[in-house]
C-alpha cells in the first residue's frame, strides 16, 4: 500500500522520488534572505540588455515583476489575456495589504507577522518562505508610497491600519475598499514607465496555451517560451526567451461560482503542468467568510464584501432556528455571536477557515438567515452609535454601496446578509525557494506558486505576496538563473517549438470539431456543483472519492459531446472557455485526488474523518507535515513529498479561542 495513504487513496496515485528545496539557505532565518542574495550570481548591465524574459499575468505579481526587470534593463514580453494590465484580478481586491511596520506600536514585528503567517497556514507552510515574506513587506509600503498609492492616513498623516483575521495586531494598510485597485495602478504606472523606455513590451488580449520546453547542450529541457493565442484574430504566436515566468493567479473558478473574475483559469500553470511542472498541494483552498450568498441559478460570480468589515462589524444569528423576524426585531438576548462565543480571544476576526466553517454549521443547525437559510448577518449597529455613521462611510461606504446595489438593502439600515464562498488558492505550482520550478527557467510568482500561505493564508496577505515576489524577490532570485545566459537562440522552427505548436494547433481543432450538444458553460457549472458538494468547506473520503468517478465521467462527456460554436480565426470566446474549462476539469480531479490522499485536517482542507471533539481541525505532524508536489501522469499522478521542518516556531494545535 502506498505510504501513509488509505487503500481507497492508494489506488489513484503512484509514490515518486522525494523532492527536496536545494536553494533553501540555512542558518539564522533572520539572515537567509540576505546571504541568498549575496550567494546568488549577478548579472552585470550590460549583459542584461541581451536577455529575454517572459512574463505571462499583469496582476500585482506580474505587473511589479515587469516593471522591475524592465527597470534592471532586461528585454521583457508581457503577456494577459484582458484588453488591459489593468483589468487583472488584482484590482478586485479589497480590504489591504499586511506589512509589519508597527506603527501601531501594539507589539507587532517582522518575527510575529512570520509566526502569524505560519500559525494560520496551519504549519504546512515554508519557514523560510513565510519569514523572508514578513522581512520583505516592511518594503513593499516604502514602495507603494513613493509610487503616490493612497493609503488612509491618520489625522496627524500617518499611514492607518486595521485588523484583519488570524490575528491581534493592526499591520493591515489600506486604501478604503479599493486597495487591490489602488496597487495595480501604482505597479500599472510603473510598468508602462517601463513601456515607454522600451524595456518593457506589453501584448494585451493575449492568452497562453503551451508551454515550450527545449533541451539544452546537455540534453536537459529547459522553459523557453511559450505558444499564445492573439484572442482577436484567433492567430497563434511563438515567443521564445531566456526565462518564463508565471504570474497567472489562483484557479478558485474550478468551482464555477467564486469571488474570482469569470476570466480567471488555470490553463497557464495546467499547460507547465502537463509539460513537467509539479503542482504542489492543490487542495488547498480558500474560502472567504465574508461573501454575498448565492441568490440563484443564474449567477457566473459571487461577490466578496471585504473581511476588514470584520473590523467593526459584528456576526451573529438568531438563537432559536426558523428566526424569519425582521433583524432589527431580534432583541439582544435572542443573539448568538457565534464567533465572541467561541473564540473570546479573537472574536469576529478569527483566521478565514475557522469563520467560514462555524458560518456553515450555524446555517446546518437551521440558524441561518435569508433565501433558503444560507446566511449570517453582518451588523454595523454597534459601529454606527459608537463612531458615528459619517466615519462608518469613510472607511467603508464603497462596499456598503456595492452591497446595496446587488441586494436592494441597506446596510445602514439592516445588517448585511454573509455566507462563505470560494475566494483563494494556496495551491499552486512548486518552486524552490528562488521561486523557480522545478523545470529549469520556469518561474512562478503570486498566486500561481503554493511557496508562503501553506493550507490558509492570512487576510491582506495576497496583495503581500504578490508585491514581494514581483518587486523584490524575483528580480533577486531569477538573476542567479539569468548569470548563465544569454542561451542559444530558439528558431521558430525548432522541433520543440514545432511540436508544443502542433500540440495547440490540434487541441483547438478537437474542440472545433467535437460539436456536441451541451454548451461549455453546462459543464463547468457542473463540475463547480460537484467540487462545493464534495471538495468544498468539508470532505470526506466517500465524497472525494465520488467526486473522482463523477468528474472522470464529467471529463469523458466533455470531450464527446461539447459544443463550440464558430471558427478559431476570429473573437471566440467559447473556444476560449473551452480550453480553461478542459483544464479546469483535469485540475478538479487533482485536487480531489490530493484531497483524499490528505486524510487529515488543516487550514481550509477539512476531512470530517480528522476533527477535534469540538469540531476544529485535527493535524497528524507525524504522516503530513510535507507538501504535497504532484508530477503529472497520464493514468496517475505522481506524488513526491517535500518534507517540512520547522526550527523556529513550534508545532502545535492551532487555538484562537
Known amino acids: 500500500m502506498t505510504e ?54 499583469t496582476g500585482l505579481a506580474g505587473a511589479s515583476a515587469a516593471a522591475t526587470m524592465g527597470e534592471a534593463g532586461y528585454q521583457v514580453t508581457s503577456f494577459c489575456y484582458q484588453d488591459s494590465p ?39 507552510s515554508r519557514e523560510s518562505n513565510s519569514y523572508r515574506l514578513a522581512q520583505v ?47 495595480l495602478i501604482g505597479a500599472y504606472q510603473a510598468l508602462e514607465r517601463q513601456v515607454a523606455a522600451g524595456t518593457v513590451e506589453v501584448r494585451s488580449r493575449h492568452e497562453m496555451l503551451d508551454l515550450i520546453m527545449v533541451p539544452d547542450a546537455d540534453g536537459k529541457p529547459k522553459a523557453r517560451g511559450v505558444i499564445v493565442r492573439d484572442m ?66 443564474y449567477q457566473s460570480k459571487l461577490t466578496l464584501m471585504s473581511e476588514s468589515l470584520r473590523n467593526d462589524g459584528r456576526i451573529w444569528v438568531p438563537k432559536e432556528k426558523g428566526d424569519d423576524r425582521h433583524p432589527t426585531e431580534i432583541p439582544e438576548d435572542e443573539r448568538d455571536y457565534y464567533l465572541e462565543r467561541i473564540y473570546p480571544a479573537f472574536g469576529n476576526l478569527v483566521p478565514r477557515d475557522i469563520a467560514s466553517r462555524s458560518a456553515k454549521y450555524q446555517c446546518d443547525e437551521g440558524k441561518g438567515v435569508g433565501p433558503g437559510g444560507l446566511g449570517v448577518y453582518l451588523d454595523f449597529a ?43 488558492t494556496m ?42 515576489d514581483g518587486y523584490f524577490v524575483l528580480p533577486n532570485t531569477i538573476a542567479n538563473y539569468l548569470a548563465d545566459s544569454p542561451f542559444e537562440p530558439v528558431p521558430d522552427d525548432h522541433p520543440a517549438v514545432l511540436e508544443a505548436r502542433e500540440a495547440v494547433e490540434q487541441r483547438i481543432a478537437t474542440f472545433l470539431s467535437i460539436n456536441g450538444n451541451r454548451t461549455v458553460d453546462s459543464f463547468h457549472k457542473e463540475l463547480g456543483h460537484i467540487m462545493w458538494e464534495h471538495c468544498g468547506m468539508e470532505r470526506s473520503e466517500e465524497g472525494l472519492t465520488k467526486a473522482i468517478e463523477l468528474i472522470r465521467n464529467l471529463k469523458s462527456e466533455f470531450w464527446t459531446n461539447v459544443k463550440v460554436t464558430g471558427v478559431n480565426e476570429e473573437l471566440n470566446q467559447t473556444l476560449e472557455r473551452a480550453g480553461r474549462v478542459a483544464d479546469l476539469i483535469e485540475l478538479g480531479e487533482l485536487m480531489c485526488i490530493d484531497a483524499l490522499a490528505r486524510a487529515e485536517s488543516c487550514g481550509g482542507h477539512f476531512r470530517v474523518e480528522s476533527q477535534t471533539e469540538d469540531g476544529e481541525a485535527l493535524r497528524h505532524d507525524d504522516e503530513y507535515a510535507y507538501v504535497a508536489a504532484w508530477e503529472f501522469g497520464e493514468k496517475k499522478p505522481v506524488l513526491h513529498k517535500e518534507d517540512l521542518e520547522y526550527e523556529y516556531v513550534e508545532m502545535k494545535a492551532r487555538s484562537y479561542k
Request: glycine letters at 12%; one cysteine or more; charged letters at 20%.
Open 382 to 424: 454597534d459601529a454606527i452609535e459608537r463612531m458615528g455613521r459619517k466615519t462608518v462611510e469613510a472607511k467603508y461606504g464603497n462596499l456598503f454601496d456595492m452591497y446595496e446595489r446587488i441586494t436592494g438593502e441597506n446596510p445602514y439600515e439592516r445588517p448585511m446578509r454573509i455566507y462563505p464562498a470560494v475566494h483563494y
Open 4 to 57: 501513509n495513504m488509505t487503500p481507497t487513496a492508494a489506488q489513484y496515485i503512484e509514490m515518486g522520488e522525494p523532492i527536496v528545496d536545494t536553494k533553501a539557505p540555512t542558518g539564522p532565518i533572520e539572515k537567509r534572505w540576505d546571504e541568498r542574495k549575496f550567494s546568488a550570481k549577478l548579472v552585470n548591465p550590460a549583459n542584461r540588455r541581451k536577455i529575454k524574459v517572459i512574463i505571462v499575468g
Open 137 to 183: 513587506s516592511v518594503n513593499i509600503i516604502d514602495q507603494c508610497v513613493a509610487q503616490g498609492v493612497p493609503f488612509a492616513r491618520e489625522y496627524g498623516g500617518l499611514l492607518d491600519n486595521r485588523s484583519f483575521g488570524g490575528v491581534q495586531v493592526s499591520r493591515t494598510f489600506y486604501a478604503r475598499g479599493q486597495t487591490g485597485q489602488q496597487l
Open 232 to 297: 482577436v484574430t484567433g492567430e497563434l504566436e511563438t515567443h521564445t526567451a531566456d526565462a518564463v515566468v508565471l504570474a497567472t493567479g489562483g484557479y478558485g473558478n474550478v468551482y464555477y461560482l467564486s469571488t474570482n473574475a469569470m476570466g480567471c483559469n488555470v490553463t497557464a500553470t495546467w499547460r507547465a503542468h502537463r509539460r513537467g511542472a509539479y503542482f504542489g498541494n492543490p487542495c488547498y483552498t480558500q474560502i472567504h467568510p465574508t461573501c454575498i450568498p448565492v441568490s440563484g441559478d
Open 427 to 468: 495551491g499552486g505550482l512548486w518552486v524552490d525557494y528562488d521561486l523557480q520550478s522545478n523545470l529549469e527557467g520556469l518561474f512562478v510568482t503570486g498566486e500561481a506558486n503554493f511557496s508562503d500561505q501553506g493550507a490558509n493564508r492570512l487576510g491582506a496577505s495576497a496583495l503581500m505576496q504578490g508585491l514581494a
Open 86 to 124: 489593468r483589468r487583472a484580478h488584482s484590482i478586485a481586491a479589497q480590504g489591504g495589504i499586511n506589512a509589519a511596520k508597527n506603527y501601531r506600536n501594539d507589539g507587532d514585528s517582522v518575527y510575529r507577522l512570520f509566526y502569524d503567517t505560519v500559525k494560520g497556514g496551519d504549519f504546512r
